[in-house]
């Protein structure tokens, strides 16, 4: 190895796209329109639509914002628990079914192939990552999104849940 790759390298901040500046990768560069995109996102009000909506669907759980006016809400999860009478999976495939699209995230760490392969889990294995897992499901929120869509979400959810004191 010579010197040469042993210099630090001088931190670049770029003021435009890839292709203008010259620089292969500009991790800070963020274009003009997806930043007014996720302004609508915020101004839109959709996750505060989404809590107001779903008070009335029981056994389905908003995750908590932990800082109030300071989340960057790109994602809208919800917690589907015993209470709603239907199983994360089903629920997805249910909504699926009536051109809802859902995507499943936060699968444990120790759950994907390099990390099980190499992760030092305790022997009783991550309890709380493996309970939370299968009952957490993230709602469309995108910058695209109409209130109508956001009923319609409500609606399908209301609709989907099947309490067992009622069965």
Known sequence: MTVHRLRPRPHVHATGPPQET???FAATWISPEARRAARRVLASGWAEHYDDALKA????QPLDVT???RHARHLYVVRV????GTARDELVDRLAEH???TSVHFTP?????????TALTPPEGLPGAETLFPEFVPLPLYPGLS???V????EELACSATHPDEI
């Open 109 to 117: 760490l120790h759950q994907m192939p390099l990390f099980r392969a």
């Open 147 to 149: 209130d109508a869509a």
């Open 151 to 154: 009923d319609r979400v409500c």
């Open 81 to 84: 628990t015993e209470e709603y």
């Open 57 to 60: 669907v029981s056994g389905l």
């Open 22 to 24: 010259g620089i292969p």
């Open 99 to 101: 051109g809802i699209g």
């Open 67 to 69: 800082t109030p006016g």
